[in-house]
């Protein structure tokens, strides 16, 4: 009978890492663990529980096809060594599902044809996907993972189907999900991870054009039967991790998946969470929801101190002043404000960055610590096609947030545009290895680093 391998691909190690953002990062966990001290970084694999895993599981016990997982995380990032236990677990008419990141692509891409050749059946998904040379694998998703996906693997089993892209619908989708991860296949975490991460809800109503989770359109909350029995799963799976990342795109664009949150936790005392949203979403009922929930940290995306810059695109905003007000409620109502910053961004101009820095410099006292990113054009942003013909290298292993950007920008040379992130790197790291600023009547709390080219980030 016909199943599906469930694969967690290995990542590469990064090669040739900055200097000057590796010292950052040792200092910003310097900071991070002075407030978790029960935060730690896993030595060997991975730094979070591959989530997609848990949903596809769910989504094939809703089918008649049976799964398995093969776990290669800590496997040699070559196809022979990757190829030989997929072909161990499966047989041929199977189907083997990847979820490669731009690491590992060229990777997915040389496994699949092997796998092919062997009678297996491939299917990619993930933000890399679409970049899948035509008859490179034999489907290609793009999409929430939903039971339409579950049906899709239904036909490609039977040897029907072959497309799975499904078309978003815009706005709020009006059936919650009411089903739940399972994470059998994922026990051989439990103890090695410092995190869980949990999502009330999917996608995001926001379409800021460098944004790799813009492409959703719509947002679909999950049910709260469905979000409580999946906290039911992590407690008894995972007893001894209490520090939860809230995965949704932007805390508070649903009242009612916050509403969820707080019911599904209320009896469960000693968790602590850290959460994401838009700066217009940081209003006063929120900050409160955020208190009650035992939020220790906000990330907030700032790509620029340039409103103007920002509106070419897409990230609504009113204004710098209003951004400053936020931060400084957020910090003043004792939770520590972690900023995603990205560089090289195609309208970034010289004045844009150096208002940026200045802003910075300027506020702070509100400012915990920084998640730096150096922007890459990955397929499902909203700017790829237009960035495309820009783009110089597709060499993949080039693809990196640590690295200079791949494409030509609009008003600055690429190697400019990497002499101003460095710059970002400097300021960032004045901030964070300066002493902690006294907050009077507030306890001390903390951040954690959330990288999109990290294998925690991954979906399939």
Same mark, same amino acid.
């Not at 966990?29 to 896993?42: G, K, N, S, T, V």
């Not at 509403?259 to 700066?279: S, W």
């Not at 217009?280 to 955020?290: D, T």
């Not at 404000?337 to 300027?362: C, F, K, P, Y």
């Given at each position: 009978?016909?199943?599906?391998?469930?694969?967690?691909?290995?990542?590469?190690?990064?090669?040739?890492?900055?200097?000057?953002?590796?010292?950052?990062?040792?200092?910003?966990?310097?900071?991070?663990?002075?407030?978790?001290?029960?935060?730690?970084?896993?030595?060997?694999?991975? /730094?979070?529980?591959?989530?997609?895993?848990?949903?596809?599981?769910?989504?094939?016990?809703?089918?008649?096809?049976?799964?398995?997982?093969?776990?290669?995380?800590?496997?040699?990032?070559?196809?022979?060594?990757?190829?030989?236990?997929?072909?161990?677990?499966?047989?041929?008419?199977?189907?083997?599902?990847?979820?490669?990141?731009?690491?590992?692509? =060229?990777?997915?891409?040389?496994?699949?044809?092997?796998?092919?050749?062997?009678?297996?059946?491939?299917?990619?998904? +993930?933000?890399?996907?679409?970049?899948?040379?035509?008859?490179?694998?034999?489907? *290609?998703?793009?999409?929430?993972?939903?039971?339409?996906?579950?049906?899709?693997?239904?036909?490609?089993?039977?040897?029907?189907?072959?497309?799975?892209?499904?078309?978003?619908?815009?706005?709020?989708?009006?059936?919650?999900?009411?089903?739940?991860?399972?994470?059998?296949?994922?026990?051989?975490?439990?103890?090695?991870?410092?995190?869980?991460?949990?999502?009330?809800?999917?996608?995001?109503?926001?379409?800021?054009?460098?944004?790799?989770?813009?492409?959703?359109?719509?947002?679909?909350? *999950?049910?709260?039967?469905? #979000?409580?029995?999946?906290?039911?799963?992590?407690?008894?799976?995972?007893? !001894?991790?209490?520090?939860?990342?809230?995965?949704?795109?932007?805390?508070?664009?649903? =009242?009612?998946?916050?509403?969820?949150?707080?019911?599904?936790?209320?009896? =469960?005392?000693?968790?602590?969470?850290?959460?994401?949203?838009?700066?217009?979403?940081?209003?006063?009922?929120?900050?409160?929801?955020?208190?009650?929930? +035992?939020?220790?940290?906000?990330? #907030?995306?700032?790509?620029?101190? !340039?409103?103007?810059?920002?509106?070419?695109?897409?990230?609504?905003?009113?204004?710098?002043?209003?951004?400053?007000?936020?931060?400084?409620?957020?910090?003043?109502?004792?939770?520590?404000?972690?900023?995603?910053?990205?560089?090289? #961004?195609?309208?970034?101009?010289?004045?844009?960055?150096?208002?940026?820095?200045?802003?910075?410099?300027?506020?702070?006292?509100?400012?915990?610590?920084?998640?730096?990113?150096?922007?890459?054009?990955?397929?499902?942003?909203?700017?790829?096609?237009?960035?495309?013909?820009?783009?110089?290298?597709?060499?993949?292993?080039? /693809?990196?947030?640590?690295?200079?950007?791949?494409?030509?920008?609009?008003?600055?040379?690429?190697? =400019?545009?990497?002499?101003?992130?460095?710059?970002?790197?400097?300021?960032?790291?004045?901030?964070?290895?300066?002493?902690?600023?006294?907050?009077?009547?507030?306890?001390?709390?903390?951040?954690?680093?959330?990288?999109?080219?990290?294998?925690?980030?991954?979906?399939?």
């Amino acid at each position: 009978m016909t199943r599906c391998c469930i694969v967690q691909l290995p990542f590469p190690s990064t090669r040739d890492p900055d200097d000057r953002l590796s010292a950052y990062y040792q200092d910003y966990d310097r900071r991070f663990r002075a407030f978790l001290p029960e935060y730690f970084i896993p030595s060997d694999g991975l /730094w979070e529980i591959p989530l997609w895993v848990a949903h596809l599981t769910a989504l094939l016990d809703s089918t008649a096809i049976d799964s398995c997982f093969v776990d290669l995380s800590r496997t040699p990032a070559d196809s022979e060594a990757c190829g030989a236990p997929i072909l161990a677990a499966t047989a041929p008419g199977d189907l083997v599902l990847f979820s490669p990141l731009a690491q590992n692509f =060229r990777l997915a891409l040389d496994l699949a044809g092997e796998l092919e050749r062997a009678g297996r059946r491939v299917v990619l998904g +993930g933000n890399m996907a679409p970049l899948a040379p035509e008859g490179s694998v034999h489907a *290609v998703h793009r999409g929430q993972l939903d039971t339409g996906f579950a049906a899709v693997l239904v036909e490609l089993a039977s040897g029907r189907g072959g497309r799975t892209e499904k078309r978003a619908a815009l706005g709020l989708v009006a059936e919650p999900i009411t089903w739940a991860p399972d994470y059998r296949h994922l026990d051989g975490y439990s103890g090695k991870v410092p995190m869980l991460r949990l999502n009330a809800s999917h996608g995001c109503l926001y379409k800021c054009a460098f944004c790799g989770d813009a492409w959703s359109k719509q947002l679909t909350l *999950v049910g709260s039967s469905a #979000l409580r029995a999946e906290v039911d799963q992590l407690a008894d799976r995972f007893p !001894d991790t209490r520090l939860v990342y809230v995965g949704d795109k932007t805390f508070g664009q649903s =009242r009612e998946a916050v509403r969820n949150l707080l019911e599904v936790f209320r009896d =469960r005392p000693g968790y602590k969470f850290i959460v994401q949203t838009h700066v217009l979403q940081v209003k006063e009922w929120v900050i409160e929801a955020m208190l009650e929930l +035992g939020v220790v940290a906000v990330e #907030l995306g700032f790509e620029s101190a !340039d409103s103007q810059m920002l509106k070419r695109l897409g990230k609504l905003s009113r204004g710098l002043d209003d951004y400053t007000e936020r931060i400084h409620a957020l910090s003043d109502a004792g939770l520590k404000v972690v900023l995603n910053m990205m560089g090289g #961004l195609d309208e970034e101009t010289e004045e844009s960055h150096a208002q940026t820095v200045r802003w910075l410099e300027a506020n702070r006292r509100a400012l915990w610590l920084f998640n730096l990113y150096n922007f890459v054009p990955y397929p499902l942003t909203p700017d790829f096609q237009r960035l495309r013909e820009r783009i110089f290298t597709w060499d993949f292993a080039q /693809w990196r947030e640590d690295a200079p950007v791949v494409y030509r920008p609009s008003h600055l040379t690429p190697e =400019r545009s990497w002499e101003l992130f460095q710059e970002k790197i400097a300021a960032a790291h004045r901030i964070v290895r300066a002493p902690v600023p006294a907050h009077p009547g507030h306890s001390d709390r903390s951040g954690h680093p959330d990288h999109s080219d990290h294998p925690a980030r991954e979906t399939a």
